[in-house]
RNA sequence: GCCACUGUGGUGGAAUUGGUAGACACGAGGGACUCAAAAUCCCUUUUUCGCAAGAAAGUAUCGGUUCGAGUCCGAUCAGUGGUACCA
């Protein structure tokens, strides 16, 4: 054994003997006990960054510590290789985005097997392979089959100078990022998936989800955000239009004070043929970006149509406005503007000087407006007096019965748009006949492959752009016919690659229906960030793919592990902000078992990590004296004198219990560590003062090596192939030692008026009476007390005694 | 704006079920070793007062519940993530 600790050596020869370990023939074949663990396959940017370690990291910890307690492990990694930034790569530096890509995975690979993470490498995919891909071509051509694709109009930012659609991240300003000029919104037609579809069954099943964190339970939930109210219609007073407006708060209908409708809606658009201001103030607010976030911040403004409506109880006339704040897709895209009981509505209705009356009275009393909560009805003709509950029941009643409007369940989750007018992403395989019609490329076609032959200018969509691609003859009548030229969203790839990480070169079927057991995920792990959108979009595909026969549990992942975003200067590490960390210069500088240690050390999982590189050198350090210790008790003389190893087994068996709830329950690594460094800080003192035997000290070292193995495996397995050479390669977790167990003196703490006063060591034997009398004849206590009377006592077991006096 | 989360020493964090606030580290200060440095080791380190024993204050802010609150409840402030075309 090296005196000296030299990670650089150490790894490269331990992973190189990782490498050599024939990975197991057909090992999934074999699902006893089995226990997939999957970290969310890395987007392909070029290098690892921080983020990505911790994720992969963590991963790695569950999956090698479930190995060592006997779980036949399962971890795949691949790549999330379609999107956005290859394409953008394209256009600055005139690479081809699959070149680009591919040499991104091939350095990223690399930087992961130096991380030393135990991959499943046999199964790697990549979604960009059209293998990959094909199998995704043939799910869709089925739900288009089965009616849950559609067509329709839809709303995207329009780049008017590279004519081209932007995502949101491109618009800055509310200008293109490339061209800087102004962008519109433009509706175009757009594939979609009906999620709503299963919008109540991705609600209810939530609570099969034993294992994810509440947190992002209750992000689903609310985002798709079921509610229960009313379609109201309020009739035209010019003809016999009806504006319908969803409402939860039927109980306010006497508060309405004005309609709002988005400058989308149809009315809107005809009055703005023949008012110049209408069309000018839809003009205006069509520039602006199509994201929920935008039009929840606008500046709210509106115009007046000069049109009425009738209230639908009073048949008072009410003002219908156009506002830039009404979302389309979103309800009916007419708003009902209640101000006096709206957020929203009260701002609106006190700029334009609309009328504000109170119909909710608070319970208590007088509240300011807009008043939120339910109340007693005020104002309401009938309903005076009624309260808030009562009135939702009643009113909702009297519309229905007066057929003013019906019940609705209206959902805040939207449908799926799947198309994305992009080049470096997986075709839609359909194509189009002159005469409009659509048609799925037949089965045996695909896959639908992407012409490498493209002009990536940045303007314009390549695809379209490609004549040689787009036209072709259909292979069913002969006729001539154009590709479909959008490519899927590449939420489309990510929401079932777990599949197929179990038969990812399966070239007859999407995956071996003989593999179905290893399915749920045991433990998914991945950035927080993904809490909403991806997991939900998962989830959803999972329950496609079950309606179709190929899996059969109702969730893909049993248990998730949502961890914290490793932050730089306060914000999400990403490429477009500049604020990467690169790992590498860690690794070369410490080694990787350093990195995976502090990364772990620094924070809890699950909480956000702002970086510094300043405390690395921590881990390294103690990764140092590790060594050094390992090395002492492998070479120092024989040491006979076992007197105090009863007490060093008593705190080893501790800290193994401790170490062992932190990482298969908890999840608590940087505890796990912290009790670790305690138990080596511990056997350090008492190797040098020669207060332990020989025996016991390498008995105490072994566990150490054993207990951190996930963490760091490298110097593990150095240590470990020291000591106990059969264990190295795979170790068991350890169990604790057999100890003479000794009367356990313990401290208690002393309260006067819940505030700490002295301490006792007791008897853990003794009993409460006897406890009380030691704790009354303490000296501080007595000085205390004094002559005051004890108005109260409180006494836990084993932690503290509390004399409330008077 | 809305939804979710977070806020504890100079810094990262610990306190697992309401019961000793600051474990374990980083940094800083002092010391040992050395010709010197690096490395290593030892001591101190929440703040204020005090030679000390000790006392008081203290977990973003304000308030509440409780014998007892970092932990529970209400309000406020700040930061982070998501907000449907970044992934």
Redesign the pocket.
Known sequence: MNKDYHPSSIEKAVQSIWRKTEPEKNKLLNSKNKYYVLSMFP?PSGKLHIGHVRNYTIGDVISRSNKMLGKNVFQPMGW?AF???AENAAIKNNVHPEEWTKKNINHMREQLQNIGILYDWQNELSTADPEYFHWEQWFFIKLLKKGLVYRKLSE??WDPVDQT?????QVIDGKGWRSGAKVERKEIP?WFLKITEYADVLLNDLDKLSGWP??VK??QK??IGKSKGLNINFKSCNNDYLYTAFTTRPDTIFGVSFIAISINHPTAKSLSESNKYIKEFIKKYQSSKV???AM??IDKDGIFTDQYCYHPITKKKIPIWIANYIVDG?GTGVVMGVPAHD??DYEFANQFNLEITRVIESENKKSDLPFLDQGTLINSDMFNGVNSQEALNKISEYFVKNKLGEEVTSF???D??I???RYWGCPIPVYYLDDGTVHPVPEEDLPIKLPKDVDLSGEGNPLDKNEKWKNIICPRTGKRATRETDTF??FFE?SWYYLRFLDPNNKDEIFDKKLKPWLPVDQYVGG??????HLLYARFFFKLLKDEGLVDNDEPFNALLSQG?V?KD???M?KSKGNTVDPDMIINKYGADTIRFFIL????PE????W?D??I??GY?FL??FWKLSYLIKTSHKNEDTSNDNNILIKTNNIIN?VT?DIFE?K?Y??A??AI??LL?FISKNFEAKTMSSHTATKSIETIAKLLYPITPHICYAVLSEFNEDQALNPVWPEIFDTVDENQEV?I?I?I??K??S?VDINTKLRKEDVIKLAKDDSKVQEYINDKEIV?L?Y?PN??I?F?IK
């Open positions: 987007y999330d999107g956005l930034p995207v930012n659609v932007l995502a949101n991240e757009q509440e947190s209750l992000m609310n985002w994201s929920e976030e929840a911040k979103y957020t929203r805040r989750l939207r799926w748009g198309s994305r007018q969203d590449t990510s927080i960030e993904h809490a909403i959108l975003m932050l306060g914000a999400k990403s050390f620094a924070a809890p909480q956000n990590l702002e510094s300043s405390a050198e921590g350090k140092k004296r401790k709830t908890r608590s940087n505890t560590i912290a460094m305690e800080n401290q703490i309260q008026n819940g700490l006063r301490r109260k409180i836990v932690k503290l509390n409330v």
